[in-house]
């Protein structure tokens, strides 16, 4: 269990006056376990017992007044239920901290049995949220459990800027959506096709997100193998012109053309040179649509 389960454990009935302001609890945190560098001014720490008095005498003063100390190892003894889930379930709960080190005071003499998060947790961005209880529903098993209801999104953004920006800076539907809507569990990804139908039947998952980044489904960008017919779902007018077009560019994919981002539109001259025939004609007439047709419906 915890590291200082032996050094610090507390007066049950007789506690013998350790008294934290709200102030100095994160640096407290500090003090006890010496992970979190948190910063926090004024701080007042205000013992009965002068600091510089010997053990002995704080002893010596303790059992006078008919405290007795008790390790983290007898909290078993009346409390059977939260030794066990911590063990279980208690992660770094379990292996960075002990019983005592949350709970400074005991009742019916102490009043701060239940510690507050921002003890030890402090400085971070999701430290700053109000009421872990919420999602930690058990600080015993902080990480299991963890429960996201009514629609969240902040919250999710004090780890997860990434998706954050995306869906704010590329407005789309899914920018009106709750973060948990779609992930209604912690790190759990849902399917597209949970809500929406496929263009086509032979379209999967993997395909949806070749096209749609989930986070921005609109800025829509494809690979050098995405099929024509993917294309031919919206756009069958130009796909059953360019499969009927006896030129060379029948043998070519509407991706080979229109690269990488949906729209774009490429000009002749991204492929070909100026006019391969630059006769007086041709002067006359720069335009290729003019002898050429389309790129779709093109004649030679
Ligand atoms: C001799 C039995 C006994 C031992 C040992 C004991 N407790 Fe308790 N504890 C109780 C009882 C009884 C209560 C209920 C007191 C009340 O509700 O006023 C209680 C209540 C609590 C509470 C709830 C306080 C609140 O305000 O809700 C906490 C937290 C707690 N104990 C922690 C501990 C820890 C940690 C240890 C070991 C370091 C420990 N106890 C050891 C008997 C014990
Ligand atoms: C990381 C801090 C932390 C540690 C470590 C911790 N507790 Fe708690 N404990 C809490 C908090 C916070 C509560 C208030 C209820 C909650 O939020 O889960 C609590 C509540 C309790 C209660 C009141 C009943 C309840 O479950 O609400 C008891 C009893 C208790 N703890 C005993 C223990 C014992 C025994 C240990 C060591 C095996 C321990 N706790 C370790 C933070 C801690
Ligand atoms: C006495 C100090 C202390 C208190 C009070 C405390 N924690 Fe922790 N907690 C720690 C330490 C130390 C760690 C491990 C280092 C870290 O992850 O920052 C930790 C880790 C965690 C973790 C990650 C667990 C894991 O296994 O990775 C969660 C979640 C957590 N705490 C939530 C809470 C919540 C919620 C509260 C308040 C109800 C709370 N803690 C109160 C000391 C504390
Ligand atoms: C909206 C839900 C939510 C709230 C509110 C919340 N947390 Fe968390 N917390 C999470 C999620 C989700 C994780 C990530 C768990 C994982 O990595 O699997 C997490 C992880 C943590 C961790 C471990 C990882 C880390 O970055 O240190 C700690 C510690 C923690 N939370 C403490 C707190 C404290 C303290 C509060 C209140 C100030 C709080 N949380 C409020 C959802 C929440
Ligand atoms: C305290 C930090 C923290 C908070 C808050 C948090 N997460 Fe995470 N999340 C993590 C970590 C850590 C991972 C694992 C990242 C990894 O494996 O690279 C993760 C992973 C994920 C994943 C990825 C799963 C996968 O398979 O790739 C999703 C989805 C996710 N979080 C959604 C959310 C949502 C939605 C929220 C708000 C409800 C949220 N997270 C809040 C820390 C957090
Ligand atoms: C419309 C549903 C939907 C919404 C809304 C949504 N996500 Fe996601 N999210 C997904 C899907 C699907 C994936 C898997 C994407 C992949 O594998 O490429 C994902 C992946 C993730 C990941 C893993 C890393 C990554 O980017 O692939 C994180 C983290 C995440 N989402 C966080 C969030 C956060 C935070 C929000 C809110 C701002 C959010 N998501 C909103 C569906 C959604
Ligand atoms: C939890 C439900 C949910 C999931 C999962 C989901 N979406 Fe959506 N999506 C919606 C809703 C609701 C809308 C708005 C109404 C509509 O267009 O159907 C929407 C709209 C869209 C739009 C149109 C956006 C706009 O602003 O017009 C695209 C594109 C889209 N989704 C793609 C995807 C893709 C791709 C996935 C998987 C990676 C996915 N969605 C997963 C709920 C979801
Ligand atoms: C070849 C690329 C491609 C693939 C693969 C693809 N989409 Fe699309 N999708 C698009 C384009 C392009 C749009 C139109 C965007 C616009 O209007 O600007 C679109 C629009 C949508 C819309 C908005 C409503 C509509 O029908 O116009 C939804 C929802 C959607 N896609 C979901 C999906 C899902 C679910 C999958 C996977 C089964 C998927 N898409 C696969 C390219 C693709
Ligand atoms: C889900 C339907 C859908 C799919 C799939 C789809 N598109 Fe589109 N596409 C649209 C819509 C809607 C427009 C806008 C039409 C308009 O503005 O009149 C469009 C417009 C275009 C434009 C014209 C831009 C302009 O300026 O006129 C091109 C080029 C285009 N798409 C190419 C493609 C290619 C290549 C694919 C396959 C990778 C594809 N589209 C897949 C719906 C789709
Ligand atoms: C992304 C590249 C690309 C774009 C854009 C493009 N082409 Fe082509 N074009 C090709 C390729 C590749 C061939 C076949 C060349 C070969 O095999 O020698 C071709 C062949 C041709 C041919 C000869 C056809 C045949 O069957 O002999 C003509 C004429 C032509 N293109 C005109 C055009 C015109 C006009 C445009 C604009 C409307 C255009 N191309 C846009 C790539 C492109
Ligand atoms: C050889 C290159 C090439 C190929 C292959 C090609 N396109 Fe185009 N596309 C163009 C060019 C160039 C334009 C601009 C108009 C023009 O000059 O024909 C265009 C225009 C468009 C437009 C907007 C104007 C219109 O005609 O509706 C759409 C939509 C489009 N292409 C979709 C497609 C689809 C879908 C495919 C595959 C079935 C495809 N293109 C294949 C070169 C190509
Ligand atoms: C005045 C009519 C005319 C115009 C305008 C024109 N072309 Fe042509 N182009 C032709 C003819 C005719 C041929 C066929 C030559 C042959 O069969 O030897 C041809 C052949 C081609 C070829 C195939 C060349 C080869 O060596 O096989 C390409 C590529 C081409 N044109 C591209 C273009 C482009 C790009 C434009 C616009 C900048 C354009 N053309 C404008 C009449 C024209």
Do not use: W
């Amino acid at each position: 269990m915890g590291i200082f389960n032996n050094k610090v454990g507390f007066k049950l009935f007789g506690f013998s006056g350790l008294t934290i302001r709200k102030s100095t609890v994160c640096l407290l945190g500090i003090f006890l376990i010496g992970i979190v560098a948190c910063q926090q001014s004024a701080v007042r720490t205000k013992l009965d017992i002068p600091p510089k008095q010997p053990e002995a005498i704080i002893e010596e003063k303790a059992e006078k007044a008919g405290a007795f100390e008790i390790t983290d190892a007898q909290c078993v003894l009346c409390h059977p239920k939260q030794p066990q889930t911590i063990k279980v379930y208690g992660g770094k709960h379990e292996t960075e901290v002990g019983c005592s080190d949350c709970h400074l005071e005991h009742p019916p003499k102490g009043t701060k049995a239940v510690p507050e998060c921002g003890m030890c947790h402090c400085e971070k961005a999701h430290y700053q949220l109000d009421q872990c209880g919420s999602c930690h529903t058990d600080t015993h098993a902080p990480l299991i459990n963890l429960t996201l209801e009514g629609e969240i999104s902040e919250p999710c953004l004090t780890c997860h800027m990434q998706q954050g920006d995306e869906v704010a800076n590329y407005p789309s539907a899914h920018t009106e959506m709750a973060c948990n809507e779609c992930h209604a569990e912690h790190r759990k990804v849902p399917n597209c096709m949970e809500c929406h139908s496929k263009h086509t039947e032979d379209m999967n998952f993997e395909s949806c997100k070749s096209c749609h980044p989930v986070h921005m489904p609109l800025d829509v960008t494809y690979s050098e193998d995405t099929p024509s017919e993917y294309c031919g779902t919206c756009h069958g007018a130009v796909l059953s012109l360019l499969e009927q077009n006896t030129t060379k560019h029948h043998d070519l994919s509407c991706v080979y053309c229109h690269k990488n981002k949906h729209k774009t539109v490429p000009s002749c001259y991204a492929c070909h040179d100026k006019p391969p025939r630059p006769d007086a004609l041709m002067q006359k007439i720069p335009a290729c649509a003019a002898c050429h047709d389309t790129a779709h419906n093109l004649i030679v």
